[in-house]
Structure formats: C-alpha cells, structure tokens
C-alpha cells in the first residue's frame, strides 16, 4: 500500500532543500493526501536537566518550516494536497520525526536530507538519518544534494 502522508524533515540545509523537491515530487506522484513538513528544535539533557530551545532557535525552525511550505506549494502547483507545519521540540531528533511519522492513522512516508546543517551538534548527535533508518517501521527515504 502506498503511503497517503509524506513527511518530510527539514533544517533548511541544501540536502533538506532537495528533500523537499524530492518529497513534492512523490506526494504528486503516488497521489499523497499529506506533506507534513517537520523540523526540530533542540532541547539539551544537561546534568539530569533539559535545557529548552531559545526563542531564536524556535524563530529559525519556524523560518525554516515556513520556507519549505512555499517551496514544496510551488513545486506541487494546485494539486490538493494538504499541507501542514510543525516546529517539534525534543531531546533526540530522530525519536521525534519517528514519533511524528506515527501520529497519525495514516501510512507515513518519511523524506529527509543525508546531511543536515551539521557541525558540533552533528559529532555529537550522529547521523540523524541513519538513526531515522533504524528506528521507523515506515518507508524512510535519504535524499542525497
């Protein structure tokens, strides 16, 4: 059975970018209901405590849900796909997109990036896509820029 929600996860990296045409270009193809377009704002387990994203974390992953909503709207064209945005805020990046592919009663399919904006929080995360991989029982696909 073909999914009826694609998920796509994003960080306004170059790889998410191609994600989302990616992701456009599947919903229109196997006729998805969905595009749920997904980013995460870090919370940090420090010492027993979790430390919250600041405003300006939450403001960027709001930019970068908002600038992935126009980009896959335009790629679509007027195809009745609903689209929706939602910045989650987690400890662990991947739980979170997982968990948000299973909200639903739906079948998911998951679209993200091979490489996100990386840096220090990547070395210390790892990969979120192979983590993503491993974790979802959904379709899961890695789209390489």
């Known amino acids: 059975m073909l999914p009826s929600r694609i998920l796509v996860a994003t960080d306004g990296s170059p790889s998410a970018v191609a994600a989302e045409a990616f992701a456009a270009e599947l919903a229109v193809a196997e006729h998805a209901s969905n595009i749920d377009i997904v980013t995460v704002a870090l919370k940090l387990p420090v010492r027993g405590a979790v430390i919250p994203p600041s405003p300006m974390e939450i403001e960027a992953a709001e930019r970068h849900v908002a600038e992935a909503a126009e980009h896959i709207r335009w790629m679509i064209g007027g195809e009745p796909i609903l689209i929706e945005e939602r910045v ?58």
């Not at 210390?124 to 896509?129: K, Q």
């Open 88 to 145: 989650l805020d987690a400890a662990f990046v991947a739980e979170a997109i997982i968990r948000e592919a299973y909200a639903t009663d739906e079948r998911s399919h998951i679209v993200m990036g091979s490489r996100g904006r990386g840096g220090l929080m990547a070395f210390l995360l790892g990969s979120i896509s192979h983590e993503t991989i491993r974790g979802a029982y959904c379709p899961v696909t890695i789209v390489r820029s």
